[in-house]
């Protein structure tokens, strides 16, 4: 084993941050580290941007055949689904006794509308920081690329402290300012929502079960209003009843349901007065893997929706969820 790389061992999670400002950085620290997983005969799986792919080629000549070039947008669709799309791959990979080493280049904007709803770059660390633990017991290397020259250096702080590794100039080096994820996800729970629109599309209150059809309805008649397909419509209708069940059974009454539109975006949110409060890993990890209270229908909203943020506090909790209209980004495959 050549110096700097360390090869997972079983019930590792070998989670590694790149951060590049040049094309040379780029070069200087990624072509080594694919060639020393060459060499280790370990199967190299890149989901990168075509400018990244490019400077690899490039570098590599006919060596990067030997790579394995997903599609980015299999992995960068909805962030639950990227999320546990990549955990399957691992999962599999795992299954069949074949070392893998994952690249790949987060598909998050650098530089969000100042009225964007919500900030989807910081909201995909959640996910980076969560997948310490629901990727654990693979074996595998995933090393994610960010580049500075694109996000915010406070961006990129944070990348580094969600990764127990940096690919330098050096190999993969231990990172000594690693955040575990339940404290990083316990901080980001303990931020409040941004107020909602004075003005709504939907506003209901929810005191019986029994009222869950009619909501159904209502969400359905208003994603079609605003031109989601059916297969989309049905996303929302499921994610959002799920919300509102929790808080129907788990909170008090009545349950409050807001539903406002941004440009071509969904966003509904559900606050009860129970105040109880949501375990901040709830729903990264797979029905299954634990016995994580709230973990099983959230960890399925977090699939239908892109982006899923909650806040208890001030005797009410509020989960807030946002839908892209399907045309910007894919319904997930399989």
């Known amino acids: 084993m050549t110096a700097g790389q360390i090869s997972p061992t079983a019930g590792q999670f070998v989670h590694a941050a790149l951060i590049v400002d040049s094309d040379e950085t780029l070069r200087d620290r990624l072509i080594p580290a694919l060639r020393r997983s ?19 080629r490039d570098a590599l000549g006919g060596l990067a055949d030997r790579l394995e070039w997903g599609e980015r947008a299999a992995f960068h669709l909805r962030l639950g689904f990227a999320y546990e799309g990549l955990r399957r791959y691992l999962a599999a990979q795992h ?42 017991g693979y074996g595998c290397a995933v090393t994610c690329l960010w580049d500075s020259r694109r996000h915010p250096a406070v961006l990129i702080e944070r990348v580094r402290d969600l990764h127990n590794h940096e690919l330098t100039a050096d190999g993969r ?23 909602a629109p004075s003005v709504v599309d939907l506003d209901l209150d929810l005191v019986e079960l029994d ?34 069940t929790n808080g129907l059974v788990h909170g008090s009454f ?14 509904v949110q559900v ?39 909650m806040h208890s506090g001030g ?8 839908f892209p209209h399907p045309g910007r980004h894919s319904q997930p495959a399989g």
Do not use: K
Not at 38 to 56: C, P, Q, T
Not at 254 to 267: E, F, K, Q, T
């Open 315 to 322: 005797g009410s909790t509020s989960v807030r969820l946002h």
């Open 271 to 309: 606050d009860d007065s129970g105040g109880g409060r949501i375990p901040p890993t709830a729903g990264y990890h797979r029905p299954g893997s634990a016995d994580r209270i709230g973990g099983r229908g959230l960890w399925l909203v977090r699939q239908l929706a892109d982006v899923v943020t």
């Open 173 to 195: 080096q231990p990172n000594a300012g690693y955040v575990p994820a339940a404290d990083y996800l316990r901080v980001r729970s303990e931020i409040p929502l941004d107020p």
């Open 95 to 136: 299954a069949a006794g074949s070392p893998v080493h994952v690249i790949t280049e987060p598909d998050v904007s650098a530089d969000p509308a100042p009225d964007a709803p919500v900030d989807r770059a910081t909201a995909h660390l959640s996910y980076e920081s969560a997948c310490g633990d629901a990727y654990a």
């Open 38 to 56: 060459l060499d280790a005969r370990e199967r190299v799986h890149l989901v990168v941007g075509a400018h990244v792919e490019r400077v690899i």
């Open 254 to 267: 009545p349950v409050r349901l807001r539903g406002w539109h941004h440009r071509d975006m969904l966003i």
């Open 211 to 244: 009222q869950l059809r009619a909501l159904r309805g209502a969400l359905h008649r208003w994603a079609v209003a605003r031109s989601f397909d059916a297969d989309a419509t049905d996303d929302i209708a499921v994610a959002v009843t799920e919300v509102a």
